[in-house]
């Protein structure tokens, strides 16, 4: 009997907005758009959590070397927070750990959540994919092992309560990278006296890109190769907040090899450099010359790496 005859692959570049459904890990939400574009190369760009649903930028080809953009972007949320509950996770797929009464109002709540308004140290989770000798949190909080949590800094951007029906709160979090939800909603419990877990969270923003843009699977699994692609975003939407630099002849040609070529008319950073329309890569201009960072032509992160990269945000 014949092996099953494989799908070929295809070289894809561009940026898909994916609704994630919950109940299912980003890794598989990203195996599955690889699979329906057939792409070679795929990433996605900030874990979201089984719990969790939302945008979910994938990735493809050239689109990966430029990812990091949308690693490091700022994030927006809604989220259900539920007080009087804890549990082992901080999420509601944790078992419960203690149940108290609660017993604060509405006032209470706000005044709480402009307390959490700003930067801060959080610690991470136990429950986490942060490594530590190589192993994943999650891993020592299992087995029953507590190791040492360090803090890290981040920004709570801005923190609104949508809707407030005891024991459930509704909150909007734009939040900085590295930032968990989870903790925050915990920790929101432990400020008002009774405990809390994240019950439902949904990524509504990442950097620039927004959550009404996105598609779902649903919608995905019905179209054909020709609307699937129609779906891209080109590779430039990753750096349309840089400055741009244009680069012609053999300074372009010279950029594409990694060579540094003048900038003049730029001020030192980062900027986006361009042969027409055609993006080339991404440099560091210093006293007016700009150093390739990143280019078109050079070799693309693996999803693996952009999974390593990608922050929990649970």
């Known amino acids: 009997m014949s092996a099953p005859r494989r799908t070929p692959r295809r070289h894809v570049d561009g940026v898909l907005l994916l609704d994630k459904p919950p109940g299912i890990t980003s890794n598989a939400a990203l195996m599955r758009v690889k699979r329906l574009y057939r792409a070679d190369k795929a990433g996605h760009t900030g874990t979201l959590d089984p719990l969790a649903s939302g945008l979910l930028p994938v990735c493809f080809g050239a689109a990966t070397r430029f990812a990091g953009f949308l690693l490091d972007a700022p994030k927006r949320y809604v989220a259900t927070v539920r007080f009087g509950v804890t549990t082992t996770t901080l999420d509601a797929e944790g078992g419960v750990v203690a149940s108290r009464e609660v017993a604060f109002g509405r006032d209470e709540l706000d005044a709480a959540l402009a307390r959490f308004t700003g930067p801060q140290m959080q610690t991470p989770p136990a429950h986490s994919a942060l490594k530590l000798e190589g192993r994943p949190y999650y891993d020592y909080a299992r087995r029953g092992v507590d190791i040492a949590r360090t803090p890290r800094a981040i920004v709570i951007h801005a923190l609104r309560l949508v809707q407030w029906q005891a024991p459930d709160a509704v909150v909007e979090v734009e939040c900085s990278k590295g930032t968990y939800v989870r903790v925050l909603a915990a920790d929101l419990g432990e400020a008002l006296g009774c405990g809390a877990h994240l019950a439902a969270l949904r990524r509504t923003a990442s950097g620039g890109f927004a959550l009404a843009d996105a598609v779902t699977f649903d919608a995905l699994d019905a179209m ?91």
């Open 224 to 314: 054909d190769e020709c609307a699937l692609d129609a779906c891209l975003k080109p590779v430039d939407v990753l750096v349309a907040h840089l400055p741009a630099l244009t680069v012609t002849g053999d300074a372009a040609r010279r950029f594409r090899h990694g060579g540094a070529v003048p900038a003049e008319h730029c001020d030192d950073g980062l900027v986006a450099a361009y042969e027409a329309d055609a993006l080339l890569g991404i440099a560091d201009v210093t006293r007016g010359i700009a150093n390739p960072r990143r280019t078109m032509a050079s070799p693309a992160k693996s999803s693996e790496l952009l999974e390593k990269q990608a922050f929990s945000t649970l």
